[in-house]
């Protein structure tokens, strides 16, 4: 792994003025939201107008779209911090490199956010897969339990509509990315690991580079916290094994199956019954053990999987299970989560559902399209599950183009557009017909489309009154969606 170039936060950072570059991203977005709440002046820049930007304008922060050396003192001074991304913002950054020779304490996203944790009873989940849909459960679950959490997740909360917020309340809940080791930067109470799967090798360089960050991940939970990790995946069991092996109090969740296999890690949260009329969870938290009944509107067993860690970690956080229990009840979900886009209303495709999702590694793809197949058969009618995927990242599409196309091969139909590069330059020879070429076509109707202005087009031309459409990705097929359904309410070709 290659972190050579991270910044190195300063021992005590002055947050009254702080910088930040690439703003509207994501997870700048949702820091930015929590200085502004605690009365800090923010200014920021980036490459484009946003809703987030705008966002961030409207309530206060100054924002520069473009990076100069100027933006620095948008506010009419000097800041006292700048924030960047190591990831995803170059060094020789105009704005990073004046913050350099003016001598302004420099950090990381991961740096700041563990700043504005410090004081909290810290609530931090990570994994492969999973992050966001758990965090932002967790965070509504806690809500309902009548506590006000500080939060940072990756995703738009349905119901919240923002992805931060500044709490009245002693939790902080926040997602702890993996990609460049930044979850290394927290000190959690509560740290739970949904899965591990190799990925991002483009920066570890070996799956077993990779497992490591979790089991140092493992190592910074603060005396009297928990590890809770996922017994229905293997690695996330092993880490926890590990871990209770160095005396890291580790609890589990799962399905009753996994929780017998793995008797030598303590169950915490097991789930005895999962279905349409709802999911039965036996909670092992406190002195007696209590059995939690919810309904779960966002379909598929990833999912349920994802509530159990939510209701776990909210109740080792000291929140009420009942309460809880009601908060997933009420989880509606999170943008580009199983999203819903909307309906074809009339016409020869009404009925037709358009839904999006971030999901881009193997996994998430698989685990999507299964949940959709559940959906469409508990539905009880003649619908197909049709996919429109844009792989993203070249290493990451040459590293999987097998288990990519095996996972796409539960779609009926799939569409798959060329790769998102995102940071990295195209490689030569490699297209997304390396996973086209290997889909089961004997399973698939499979098209492969290169031109990202026909990709409606081509969708429309593999899709069934009623199906189930799914655009899946973490680049920009999520602006199809709308597309999609207005190619398909025009009908014919």
């Known amino acids: 792994m290659n972190a050579e170039n991270a910044p190195t936060p300063a021992t005590e950072v002055d947050l009254s003025r702080v910088h930040l570059i690439g703003i509207g991203g994501s997870g700048m977005s949702g820091v930015a ?8 002046t923010v200014t920021g820049s980036d490459v484009k107008d946003s809703l987030p930007v705008r966002t961030l304008r409207a309530r206060g922060a100054k924002v520069a779209v473009g990076h100069d050396a100027s933006n620095l003192e948008l506010s009419g001074e000097l800041p006292t911090a700048v924030v960047t991304s190591f990831a995803a913002i170059p060094q020789d950054n105009p704005e990073l490199v004046r913050a350099r020779e003016e001598g302004i304490a420099l950090l990381r996203r991961s740096d700041l956010l563990g700043e504005l944790m ?54 902080f809940v926040a997602e702890a990315d993996e990609s460049d080791a930044s979850l290394l930067r927290y000190k959690p109470d509560v740290a739970v690991v949904t899965n591990i799967e190799p990925d991002h090798l483009d920066y570890f360089g070996s799956a077993e580079s990779y ?30 094994r590990r871990a209770q092996e160095r005396g890291v109090a580790v609890v589990g969740y799962g399905t009753a199956k996994a929780a017998a296999a793995h008797p030598d890690l303590p169950a915490g949260a097991v789930i005895t019954e999962e279905g349409p009329a709802g999911v039965r969870v036996e909670l092992a938290v406190g002195e007696q053990p209590v059995s939690l009944d919810y309904t779960m509107a966002i379909p598929g067993h990833h999912m349920v999987l994802n509530s159990a860690a939510a209701l776990l970690a909210g109740a080792l956080a000291g ?7 009601a908060g997933l009840s009420g989880f509606t979900g999170v943008r580009r989560r199983f999203e819903l886009k909307g309906t074809v209303a009339g016409g020869p495709f009404a009925g037709t559902r358009v839904y999006d999702d971030y999901a881009h590694h193997p996994t998430e793809v698989a685990a999507v399209l299964r949940a959709a197949r559940d959906k469409v058969a508990a539905e009880g009618t003649q619908a197909r599950v049709v996919a429109c995927f844009q792989p993203h990242l070249y290493s990451r599409t040459q590293e999987f183009a097998e288990e990519f196309a095996r996972a796409l091969s539960l779609a009926d139909a799939t569409v798959v557009l060329d790769i998102f590069g995102a940071r990295e330059t195209p490689v030569e020879g490699v297209d997304s017909r390396i996973i086209t070429d290997r889909i089961d076509r004997a399973t698939t109707q499979v098209r492969y489309e290169p031109d990202f202005s026909a990709a409606a087009g081509a969708v429309r031309a593999v899709t069934r009154p009623g199906d189930l459409v799914l655009t899946m990705g973490a680049g920009t ?7 999609i ?6 009908g014919g070709e």
């Open 118 to 171: 410090e004081g909290h009873t810290q609530v931090l989940f990570a994994g492969t897969h999973g992050k966001t849909s758990t965090t932002s459960m967790a965070v509504v679950a806690l809500q309902e339990a009548g506590e006000d959490p500080s939060f940072a997740i990756g995703g738009q909360l349905n119901r919240a509509g923002t992805n931060a917020h500044h709490g009245g309340g002693g939790i």
């Open 319 to 325: 929140a009420d299970p009942q309460r809880l229990a």
């Open 477 to 483: 097929v999520t602006m199809l969606g709308d597309v």
């Open 211 to 240: 497992f490591r960050v979790f089991d140092d991940f493992a190592d910074r939970v603060q005396p009297g916290g928990h590890l809770v990790v996922c017994l229905d995946d293997e690695h996330a069991a092993a880490c926890g």
């Open 485 to 490: 359904l207005d190619a398909l309410a025009q």
């Open 33 to 40: 939201h929590i200085l502004l709440e605690r009365g800090a």
